[in-house]
């Protein structure tokens, strides 16, 4: 896998002129491609670690694939947002990058800038008055730094995109996934529970905190179950 320059300075939590400072001067491994600076992860993994600069979040956050995410504990991170104006909603965005485990000032720094940048948030309205914000290029900070926050409007949010039934958005489910095959299964899962059930349900309603929670852990605990094979 390689990354290249913006990556790795997220990774490591330096600027982009440090890495090209290292590359320089420091031996960094590295591969020119048309220009560009791109990296082998394993190679730089390395090398970092033998400098006391080995990452614990980001793209060169240790990979556990057999270890899923969980819902609830994304939930619990991000936290429920009530009585949100629809003026605010930026500002929340911002504030909830500032709760993601396991991440530098810097690396927060660098995604509130892509979440302000245009386009930098997708909405994705999915109807029934839900949307589905999350950041418009893929990230991966590791396994422990994604976030899931529930935001209840007090007003309709105006959306470039039209939900597809024309109700109007006031509940938004803001996440950052932990990586990128996870923002899909985080994105796939969160349209399903929002399209009928109980946690959508509750949601409308502006439930409890801890009976959103709970629904959540509801939520994980029927995606683990094995599914039936197909007659």
């Not at 409308?204 to 683990?224: K, L, P, R, W």
């Amino acid at each position: 896998m390689y990354l290249n320059l913006i990556q790795l300075a997220e990774s490591l939590g330096v600027s982009e002129k440090v890495v090209e400072d290292w590359v320089h001067h420091e031996g960094l491994p590295h591969t020119l491609d048309r220009g560009r600076l791109l990296f082998d992860r394993t190679q730089v993994a390395t090398w970092a670690a033998s400098r006391g600069l080995a990452a614990q979040a980001g793209f060169l956050a240790p990979q556990n694939p057999a270890t899923p995410w969980r819902l609830e504990q994304l939930l619990r991170t991000g936290g429920v947002w009530r009585d949100v104006a629809a003026s605010e909603v930026p500002g929340i965005f911002e504030k909830i990058v500032a709760l993601l485990p396991g991440t530098t000032a810097a690396i927060q720094q660098l995604l509130i800038q892509r979440l302000r940048a245009p386009k930098g948030v997708t909405f994705a309205p999915v109807g029934g008055g839900f949307a589905l914000p999350h950041p418009g290029t893929r990230i991966a900070f590791g396994r422990d730094s994604g976030v899931v926050a529930i935001l209840l409007l007090r007003e309709p949010l105006a959306l470039a995109e039209p939900a597809p039934d024309e109700v109007p958005v006031t509940r938004l489910i803001f996440f950052i996934a932990p990586s990128s095959r996870a923002h899909l299964d985080l994105l796939g899962r969160l349209s399903r529970i929002l399209a009928r059930g109980p946690f959508r349900e509750l949601l409308a309603q502006g439930a409890s905190d801890a009976e959103i929670f709970q629904a959540a852990a509801n939520a994980d605990a029927a995606a683990s179950l094995p599914k039936e094979p197909r007659s």
